[in-house]
């Protein structure tokens, strides 16, 4: 079963000290995958899409990297605003359904002053 | 990108009752998604609808508890039918394929 595991559930951070938040997969194959941002109230922002082993993207202080088993999202000298809940999500190569995608639990970030 | 729009943005309803979502895209689109978040959870797919055919409903949804029309390339509906507290929920509706896949922002509906 395809699957997606996000940790932590929850961190925080004081403003300028740098982390990564990890997600990792279970998929026969992957087709991508996804990092959104989710603001309460609001719904995921899409960030960025990973589709091999090796790739990177980067985004102002956010920097996204891809292994065959996980993906990490590493902020860099995060500031309040970059707090949010952080979602991960997959779409298989054996699902049926091309834009089904399969959504981990989410890392909530708190960035204080 | 796409820009989507959702309403109603929030709803209070009474159990047994039903809401229906309407979800509208800036650009033509062949699939729409529907997904539900449940409170404190991540977003599980409920359905996909692809224009002038039947939705296709995930594992453990029903088209009717959540019928879906989508009567053109821009647009769709969700209803939520006969609800119950158990249906409180975000419902969120969702365009795009591979590379990129974009939200609308969201129906919180709460069921008294």
């Known amino acids: 079963e395809d699957q997606v595991t996000q940790s932590p559930e929850a961190l925080r951070l004081q403003e300028g000290e740098s982390s990564s938040l990890n997600c990792s997969y279970t998929?026969?194959?992957?087709?991508?995958l996804f990092w959104y941002r989710q603001d309460p109230g609001k719904g995921p922002e899409f960030l960025f899409t990973?589709?091999?082993a090796g790739e990177e993207k980067e985004k102002e202080r956010l920097k996204a990297t891809l292994t065959k088993k996980e993906s990490f999202l590493h902020i860099t000298a995060p500031k309040p605003e970059d707090s949010a809940t952080y979602l991960c999500?997959?779409?298989?190569?054996?699902?049926?359904?091309?834009?089904?995608?399969?959504f981990g639990q989410g890392t909530t970030l708190q960035v204080k002053p | 990108s796409a820009v989507i729009s959702q309403k109603p943005s929030r709803d209070i309803c009474q159990r047994g009752t039903s809401l229906t979502i309407q979800c509208q895209v800036d650009?033509?689109?062949?699939?729409m998604f529907w997904y539900r978040q449940q409170p404190g959870q991540s977003l599980t797919l409920i359905a996909t609808?692809?224009?002038?055919?039947?939705?296709?409903?995930e594992s453990g949804f029903v088209i009717d508890k959540f019928p879906i029309s989508r009567p053109n390339l821009t647009f769709s509906t969700l209803t939520v039918s006969n609800m119950s507290p158990e249906d409180s929920s975000i419902y969120l509706c969702?365009?795009?394929?591979?590379?990129?896949?974009?939200f609308g922002q969201g129906t919180r509906l709460t069921v008294v």
């Open positions: 969702s365009v795009g394929q591979t590379a990129e896949a974009f």
């Open positions: 998929v026969s194959g992957l087709r991508g």
């Open positions: 990973l589709y091999s």
């Open positions: 999500a997959v779409q298989a190569t054996d699902s049926s359904n091309t834009g089904k995608l399969i």
């Open positions: 650009s033509q689109v062949t699939m």
């Open positions: 609808a692809n224009q002038g055919s039947e939705a296709t409903y």
